[in-house]
């Protein structure tokens, strides 16, 4: 017997009912964006490696999925290059694309190519299959969706407070209580250069940002083999373990700041951002009403990504133990790695696979979400589905999701197909129903039936 066909490790078939929850994760986050003037595109799945390579991080190039050259990717090699079988040599010269690693970077290629096309500022959204040669695990997938909202073309804080209430919709409309993080880069900057670790930025960043990962101690244990003195990792200590409100912690990392410009600057950032957002107490709300989900100031939040320039967000379950399933920030510099200098931009990314995974755990979806047919006509014959088609089409004119069995078989048969598939409603039509322009309309949870007019039929299954 052949072997059972299977999928690689890290992705996932859907199915019916699991494709009606995620198209309700898909159209609830589409109608928040439209809300706020975001306009859809799409890019391809494959994108060039020039395109990919050194816009994550070290970390992050490791974890792109590259395709082989077509043909004969070999040609071009030489005996000796294969035999040192260097592998990241080798790899750049059997591969020139990769599968999109997010759809940010894909995004900020695509603004620099249409650049003529495109009213500034630009707010797009996006959502796309994206790929990651990552280890699976719970919540983490090879192939997972992506659901991003991005402005570029504009410098104004305000997009950052546009892009915070439209998190804060979405889930307030899931029913999915969260706690949304955020910092900002220039902060982390600035805490570099008070320790005097200005030139392990990046280092920091992507130590700290593994904090809920791996804990302090490895935390520590990772800057030190990256080269930090224990000086500087014992200065770092109270400013990653600060508590207190988003007020207070604003504060004292003011304080600490003091003689870092740039620090100084996103900590101004920040204020600016939660005042609006009515964050910082009583006095400071009157700008804009509060978020309906919990915003926390939390200076471990790094984002590990290297093009982050300003503040920075990430979005966790407060009901539910998995991972981020929102993140982003201010790139300022994306496009600059196009040859578009200076056009800011700040966006972020819903992981819509994590959100099902989360609607899931906690049941969340609403019933007319996940709901598929509503009315089935029972086949009795070829009389009676000429008679039945124009009613089908009449249920469905009036907003009613409508099947016909297809085949003339038992009625057992059809009505198992109908209990199957939790349909709710079934219509039947024989001799004596079409003499008085007629249906009999069974209600399947119940086990009532009813003789009634196709008038009748949908005022029924509509009410």
């Not at 219509?427 to 196709?454: D, F, H, R, W, Y």
């Amino acid at each position: 017997m052949a072997n059972k066909p299977s999928i690689p490790k890290g992705t996932r078939d859907f199915s019916p009912v699991e494709m009606a929850k995620r198209n309700y994760i898909f159209d609830t986050i589409r109608s928040v964006y439209a809300l706020y003037g975001f306009q859809q595109i799409e890019t391809p799945a494959m994108e060039t490696l020039q395109t990919l390579m050194g816009k994550y991080g070290e970390e992050g190039d490791k974890l792109l999925f590259k395709v082989l050259n077509s043909g004969d990717f070999t040609s071009k090699v030489s005996d000796d290059e294969l035999r040192e079988r260097n592998v990241l040599h080798l790899a750049a010269r059997f591969c020139e694309k990769g599968l999109r690693y997010d759809l940010t970077v894909p995004f900020a290629r695509y603004v620099v190519m249409h650049r003529e096309e495109l009213q500034l500022p630009f707010k797009r959204y996006q959502v796309q299959p994206v790929w990651r040669a990552d280890r699976p695990q719970k919540g983490r997938y090879r192939e997972f969706y992506q659901f991003d909202g991005d402005v570029v073309g504009s410098d104004s804080l305000l997009n950052e407070v546009e892009l915070l209430q439209i998190i804060d919709t979405v889930f307030t409309r899931f029913g999915v209580r969260v706690q949304i993080k955020i910092n900002n880069r220039k902060i982390l900057t600035g805490i570099a250069e008070v320790i005097g670790a200005a030139d392990k930025i990046v280092d920091i960043t992507v130590a700290i940002d593994k904090l809920d990962k791996i804990g302090l101690e490895a935390v520590n244990e990772e800057l030190a083999k990256n080269g930090l003195s224990q000086e500087a990792i014992d200065k770092l200590q109270p400013i990653i373990s600060l508590s207190g409100s988003n007020a207070e912690k604003l504060q004292v990392i003011s304080e600490v700041l003091k003689d870092s410009e740039i620090g100084q600057k996103g900590v101004e950032e920040l204020r600016f951002i939660l005042r609006l957002l009515g964050a910082l107490g009583e006095e400071e709300s009157s700008a804009c009403s509060k978020l309906n989900n919990e915003l926390q100031l939390d200076l471990t939040l790094a984002r590990g990504l290297s093009y982050y320039t300003g503040a920075i967000f990430e979005v966790k379950a407060l009901d539910v133990q998995i991972g981020s399933i929102t993140g982003g920030g201010r790139y300022d510099n994306l496009t600059g790695i196009f040859g578009m200098p200076g056009l800011s931009g700040v966006g972020f990314s819903f992981g819509v696979d994590r959100i099902f995974d989360v609607l899931n755990a906690l049941d969340a979806y609403p019933k007319e979400a996940t709901g598929g047919t509503q009315l089935l006509f029972i086949n009795f014959g070829a009389d009676e589905v000429k008679y039945c088609l124009p009613l089908a089409a009449k249920a469905r004119q009036a907003g009613i999701r409508t099947e016909v069995y297809p085949d003339s078989v038992k009625m057992k048969k059809q009505m198992s197909y109908a209990n199957a598939k939790q349909i709710p409603f079934v219509a039947l039509a024989g001799e004596n129903e079409m003499q008085q322009g007629k249906l009999t309309l069974k209600n399947m949870l119940t086990g009532e039936q009813e003789l009634v007019s196709p008038d009748e039929l949908i005022d029924r299954i509509c009410q």
